[in-house]
């Protein structure tokens, strides 16, 4: 199927893999001579149909499939729809609806106007319907292997609001285990106590002015520990569409627990500071907050040009020095990852410490394979798995343990296989 225009017609009786141009639309019939375009149209047509059928895709995967059947035709009916199911299904529950219409476009004929009911007695099963009974066996698609990130820039808003009465305790607890987890530091300023290093001349005189001048009591200052300043970076990508809610909550819980030393900012394709806003008391007024500022979310994943950007601005590089930096992210990066892992390095020697938590890691057969990742473990001081508010608890809790720990032992816990026949 090297030919474009072999994707928008129907197939012939007996064949699957040639698709002749026949269908045409009735309201503004294609023209034959230009099969570029009458391919281009028959797959917005498809995309068309698949919104109207009630499949929520996002416009940077759309973009992603043109751009993928633009350059590398698939070669039948089989690789086209895995190019389509890969590249815009995110939710299992819409597989049933996408096979109708799959179905109906590149199997049926492609209808202009409407695409067939479901029969009688069909759930929305997440069932396959299949590309064919024939078809080869697809290609595996495995946990992080980045198919669900995309390269494109997207200006729009979604409503971070999803409250969820079941996580109400998590939350609670989650404020109550913050204070505990974050690591103490000494202050700059010192004050009054009962034993220090410097002395207190200023309140040893005025104990000495209650005796006549005779130096009874000895008064000291001491520098008192306090929490260390807490920045948390926020992935808002269209791969973590689905757990975005929770790890903005998790922020949320962040700073409540200790407003005055944590920093929250969000990024995708572009770098967002959002700590006033999210410092409302009421988590769900704050994330619509959130939802006002964020112009990037669902959209698609350049986390090393959002952190050059924050490495770029003195006084956010001022916030992640001696501080606890935590990454929520997946680290799917599609473009090149040599600046990911740069800027992660540099962050690295910043702060306190380094703590990436992915969605992916909560899975036990999860392993960093990926370019990025995988260069980038080095540089973590820890890797765990959160996806949603107990998993966090529960990462949450072992920051003790992780911040007591050695430099750069993420390395130590996920070690990278080395790929079979090479040398050690």
Excluded: N
């Excluded at 017609?9 to 698709?19: C, D, N, R």
């Excluded at 043109?66 to 995110?90: E, F, K, M």
């Excluded at 729009?156 to 690591?183: I, M, N, Q, T, Y």
């Excluded at 806003?277 to 990037?296: I, M, N």
């Amino acid at each position: 199927m090297s030919d474009p225009a072999a994707v928008a017609g129907s197939p012939s009786p007996g064949s699957e893999a040639v698709l002749p141009t026949a269908a045409v639309p009735a309201r503004e019939p294609y023209d034959d001579s230009e099969p570029g375009a009458l391919a281009a149209r028959h797959l917005w047509g498809f995309l068309s149909s698949l919104r109207a059928a009630g499949v929520t895709t996002a416009l940077p995967k759309q973009a992603d499939l043109l751009r993928i059947v633009g350059a590398s035709p698939p070669r039948d009916l089989t690789a086209l729809y895995w190019y389509a199911r890969i590249t815009l299904l995110h939710d299992i529950g819409e597989l049933a609806a996408f096979d109708r219409v799959f179905t109906a476009w590149f199997r049926q004929g492609g209808p202009p106007d409407a695409v067939p009911p479901p029969p009688a007695g069909e759930s929305e099963s997440p069932s396959p319907q299949g590309p064919g009974e024939d078809d080869p066996a697809p290609r595996e698609v495995l946990p992080g292997d980045g198919v669900e990130a995309s390269t494109l820039s997207t200006y729009g808003r979604r409503d971070f609001d999803a409250a969820d009465d079941r996580w109400r305790s998590v939350v609670r607890a989650l404020e109550a285990a913050w204070p505990a987890a974050l690591p103490p530091t000494p202050s700059r300023r010192r004050r009054p106590a009962r034993s220090g290093d410097r002395l207190d001349m200023r309140h040893t005189w005025r104990r000495a002015r209650r005796h006549d001048g005779e130096i009874i009591e000895l008064r000291l200052r001491a520098r008192p520990p306090r929490p260390r300043r807490l920045l948390i970076l926020v992935d808002v990508s269209g791969s973590l569409r689905r757990h975005t809610p929770d790890l903005l909550r998790l922020a949320h819980t962040a700073l409540r627990a200790a407003p005055a030393r944590t920093e929250v900012f969000t990024f995708g394709t572009r770098l967002t500071r959002i700590t006033s806003v999210l410092s409302h008391p009421h988590p769900g007024r704050a994330l619509r907050a959130v939802s006002e500022l964020v112009t990037d979310a669902d959209g698609g994943t350049a986390i090393g040009a959002a952190l050059h950007e924050f490495l770029g601005v003195p006084r956010f590089v001022a916030l992640a020095r001696g501080a606890l930096v935590i990454v929520l992210s997946d680290g799917l990066e599609r473009g090149d990852h040599v600046p990911m892992v740069r800027a992660t390095a540099r962050l690295s020697r910043l702060g306190h410490r380094l703590v990436w938590w992915s969605p992916l890691a909560c899975s036990p057969d999860y392993i960093p394979v990926t370019r990025a990742m995988a260069a980038q473990l080095p540089h973590l001081d820890h890797l765990g798995g959160v996806r949603d508010l107990p998993t966090a608890l529960a990462e949450v809790r072992r920051l003790p343990a992780v911040l007591s720990g050695p430099r750069g032992a993420a390395a130590r816990r996920w070690p990278i296989p080395r790929p079979t026949g090479t040398r050690p």
